[in-house]
Every structure is written in C-alpha cells, then in structure tokens.
C-alpha cells in the first residue's frame, strides 16, 4: 500500500488544479478536467463499476456489494482544487524517507526551512516518511491525499474480495476551496445513505461540526481629484476602505482565535482614489453569533453611508454554508462508526469542529449527512505544507475500515 499510495499522491500533485473563484465554468479551471479525466480512467483500471463524469465535472464510481446483508450505501468524497492562498503550479514534491526529527531544508537557494520552531508538532513525525513542497508552491494535500487515500481503500478492497462491505460510492468534486463545490452535485444520482469527505488534517481528525460561513465584498466609490487642488472636494476611496477595517475588533480575526470562537477575515484590500474593495469571509460555530456577525457587517457600512453618502459604500454579503453538526447529530451513529474504526486501528479519534468547511457542510444540508476524517496533512494552503506517508496509510486502512464497520452491523 505504501508505494501504492505515494505514486499516486506525487502524480495528482504535479498537476496544477487550483480553482479560481471569478470563473463562471465548473469546473472553474482546465487543470481540474486533467485531475478528473486521469481519475476517471484509474477508477475503471481499478475495477470500479458505473464510473462517469457530468458536464460540470462531477465524478462518481460504484464498488458493489459482496455480502447478502442490508447494508446501507456509504460513500467517500474528496475534492480535486487545491487552494487560491498560493501557488500550485509546477508542484515539485519531495520525499524525506525516516524523518530525523529535525529542521528540514526545502530550498537551500531560497533559504525556506520547514522549523520545529515555527511548527512544533515537526519532531513528533520522527521515523515518518514525510512528503513536502521545495518551498516554492503549496503541496495540494488538501485534497489530493484524500483522493490518493479513497483510490488505494477501493483498490484493496476490490484485491481482498474476503473483506466483506455493501455498496460502496465515490466521488471527486471540483471547486471545494472557492466555495463551491456541491453546488451542482446531484445527491439523488449519488444515492448514498451516509457519506464522508476525506478531507481533514493530521492523524486521528474526525469532525462533524463546521462553522456557519458567509462572503463579504464592500465596495467604496471616491472622488479623485488633482492633489493640489483636492481640499473639500477629493473623497479617497482608499481611505474609506482603510477607516473600514479599523471599525473590526482585533481579538475577532483568525490569527487570534481557536476552537468553537468565530471571526472576521480581511482576505484582501486593493484599490485607489477612485475606487477600492475589501472582502471578508465571516465565520461562527453557533449560528446566533453567525447572525450576529452578518448584522454587524451591516452595521459598519451603515456607518459609513451615514457619514459619506449612501452611494460611497456598497456591501454584497452572501452565505456560503452552514454548520453541518446540526444536520449529522440526528444520525451521530456515522460518526461513532468512523471513531470505532480508528480505535480498531490504534489510532486515537480526535473530535473537534472543523475551523473551515468541507464539503460535507453542504452535502449534510442537501440530505447527505456527511462527517469529515482525517488526510494525515500539516500546513494546507502554503510552501510549509507536508504529509506523513505513513499517516496516509492509516488514512486508507480507516476507510476499509469503516466499509466492514457498516457490513458487521
């Protein structure tokens, strides 16, 4: 399983699947159609049964059942983008075989060193084989471990026809990291009873809980004006933008924040007299406070109108997706089967809420209840981001796992 699990994980990775979110198209990118289209062909290599793609790139395939009982329809999901946050084009991964526990070097030219300093929980994979960026893209783990992860779990099932399973599912979507990526999935063609997306972080992750997310772009409309003759007459537009963003509290942004408290993003800022634009994301556990915040956005670019006219300030706020606990603890039973199957694996589960979304936060509210476990990835969405290739195959091992789990009942 292990070579197994690398080849593929370094030949999804090599292929540049960043989605981009001022696309139209779904997939939103070129390079996704390469990821599905090369998935598409392993899928039936493999063995698997009812493999297609629609129009807008959705994949899904069909393991079968081998056993006479009732087992309900599982499915895995992962997604085939990597992240916008940073460069996923001409992904070079390199393999660090028993990891000595130390600092590693990832471009000497560069001087780009993955640090226990900066990463404490680097020596604890000491003995692992670690696969890394060289320090000049992200990694694109999230998703494509997860795919490598639900690849090599159907190709040992369909090797070993004594492990006993129901119907199994799959599905590789696009466009996850702009938002988007069930938006056009048909959960009814999909027909699975529960599902789960392999889509999480290091070893043992297991969550059904998500933050309940909204979009925020506030545009801001000035006056420019020739400087020397600007008094009472230049409105800057940049400087609107900038009085905006002091209004948030500081404590409410991500880099101070942890666990079940929420936040407001500032993703970006760019503009001029004329006209500028800031966009944040807005994320809550508890979806009071969620509101809240979304009235508190509201509140700021009132203050604003107030103070520079109504027209000077425009707000386009938009929800993305909701907490997914409130639609996967009527069934937690999924999740007590994927924490079951870890401790068979003498993996410890670690439930905690996601602070993101996957795509199971939107599938779960389409009516497919669907938790969230663990890649084995460190660092998503930067040149820091790793994997443990031994992690990966736990990965793996639990989504076999699962599969009897649900057969056993």
């Not at 130390?102 to 990463?119: E, G, M, R, T, Y």
């Not at 790793?386 to 057969?407: D, P, Q, R, T």
Request: hydrophobic share 35%.
């Amino acid at each position: 399983m292990r070579e197994e699990i690398i080849d593929r994980f370094t030949t999804y990775v090599q292929l540049d699947t960043q989605s981009n979110e001022d696309s139209k198209e779904t997939p939103s990118t070129s390079g996704q159609w390469d990821l599905i289209h090369l998935l598409s062909d392993e899928l039936k290599r493999i063995g698997m049964e009812d493999v297609v793609f629609d129009e807008n790139g959705y994949l899904m395939a069909t393991l079968p059942s081998n056993t006479n009982k009732e087992v309900p329809t599982i499915g895995f999901l992962a997604h085939v983008d990597t992240a916008t946050d940073f460069t996923g084009k001409n992904v070079k991964p390199q393999i660090v075989e028993n990891f000595d526990g130390n600092d590693l070097i990832l471009n000497q030219a560069l001087n780009v060193v993955l640090s226990s300093k900066d990463f404490p929980e680097l020596p604890s994979y000491k003995g692992h084989t670690l696969i890394t960026t060289d320090g000049t893209t992200l990694l694109g783990a999230d998703n494509k471990a997860g795919i490598a992860e639900i690849m090599t779990a159907m190709n040992h099932l369909i090797q070993h026809p004594e492990i006993k399973h129901g119907k199994i599912r799959v599905a590789f979507t696009p466009d996850e990291e702009i938002g988007r990526g069930p938006h056009k999935f048909d959960v009814e063609r999909f027909d699975a009873t529960y599902a789960y997306t392999v889509d999480g972080g290091p070893l043992g992750e297991l969550q059904y809980e998500s933050f309940n997310a909204a979009a925020a772009k506030v545009t801001f409309k000035g006056n420019s004006v020739h400087p020397g003759t600007a008094k009472n007459k230049m409105v800057n537009a940049a400087k609107l933008a900038t009085e905006f963003i002091t209004k948030f509290p500081e404590n409410e942004s991500p880099e101070q924040t942890e666990g079940y408290e929420g936040f407001y993003h500032l993703i970006s800022v760019n503009g001029d007299v004329e006209n500028a634009m800031v966009y944040y994301i807005i994320r809550d556990h508890d979806k009071e406070k969620f509101e809240e915040r979304k009235t508190t956005m509201q509140k700021f670019v009132q203050e604003m109108k107030e103070t520079y006219g109504d027209a000077a300030v425009e707000l386009n706020m938009s929800d993305q997706y909701y907490n997914m606990g409130e639609k996967i603890e009527p069934v937690l039973g999924i999740v007590d089967i994927a924490r079951q199957a870890m401790e068979n694996l003498d993996i410890d589960p670690i439930v905690e809420p996601i602070r993101g979304g996957t795509d199971g936060s939107q599938l779960s509210f389409m009516g497919l209840p669907t938790p969230n476990i663990f890649t084995g990835g460190e660092n998503f969405h930067g040149k820091f981001e790793y994997i443990s290739v031994n992690n990966m195959e736990k990965a793996s091992n639990v989504i076999v796992e699962i599969c009897k789990l649900f057969e056993a009942e």
